[in-house]
């Protein structure tokens, strides 16, 4: 059970639930951006899981210049020097064709450590294809709601990927629940990731001035008995498969 995760307090749930490995991000809130090298630095005090850092410059699509490309390639290079255990990326063509040479050199200058390819793999536009290639790039995982908004509504393409997959590992991601775990587990699928997250409400301010995209008095935070419940289910349900 993978965590994705934005904040030392998530991370701390995360890491009491019983999380088996963090990605970690900035702003979630975009989908996920780079970690700053002082977060990876404080989670490690606590944390005995894998560390996986989020390796994206921006929000928005996948597309990215060469320049980009250069100041994701540092960060990398940066956070492999802070000792992370594994890096999650992506990269697409204005077509939406896996971005092999952005890629390739995200693969060589993480190597020997492994990469995720994130979920810019739903937005590919033939996902066995792509599947194939990542596999051939030397990718690790990839994280895929299959092709839809959610694990749930794309469990018919997951439980294709997972059949035909050949070293790659099949990891459903996006709306994983404690009400839906079960049924996204029956794709064959042996990894699996969650935010698992909560509300959690924010010190008032009594200017009610706000900053950035964030208009309610709310953050969103892991739950550390949320975690430890899909951690169970897993254990459970893939035991008896």
């Known amino acids: 059970m993978e965590i994705c995760i934005d904040s030392i307090e998530s991370a701390r749930n995360a ?98 450590l492994p990469v995720t390819f994130h979920r810019a793999f739903d937005l590919t536009t033939y996902p066995l294809k792509s599947m194939d290639l990542l596999d051939d790039l030397g990718f690790a995982r990839i994280l895929t709601s299959g092709q839809r908004s959610s694990a749930a509504e794309g469990l018919e393409l997951i439980r294709t990927l997972v059949l035909r997959t050949r070293k790659l590992t099949i990891m459903p991601g996006a709306g994983i629940t404690r009400d839906n775990i079960r049924e996204i587990i029956k794709s064959g699928a042996k990894e699996f990731h969650a935010s698992a997250k909560k509300k959690k409400m924010t010190a008032r301010n009594a200017n ?34």
């Open 15 to 112: 890491v009491d639930g019983g999380a088996s490995r963090l990605e970690v991000c900035s702003a979630l809130s975009e989908g996920g951006l780079t970690p700053s090298p002082g977060l990876i630095n404080q989670i490690q005090t606590f944390a005995t899981i894998p560390l996986y850092a989020m390796i994206r410059v921006r929000s928005g699509d996948f597309v990215y210049s060469t320049e980009e490309i250069n100041a994701m390639e540092l960060d990398l290079k940066i956070l492999k020097d802070h000792r992370v255990d594994g890096f999650v990326f992506g990269a697409l063509t204005p077509d939406d064709e896996i971005d092999v040479a952005a890629c390739k050199r995200i693969l060589a200058a993480a190597h020997p």
């Open 208 to 241: 009610r001035i706000r900053m950035g995209a964030n208009e309610d008095d709310f953050v969103n935070v892991t739950d550390k008995e949320l975690v430890r419940e899909l951690v169970e289910i897993v254990k459970k349900e893939c035991a008896t498969s």
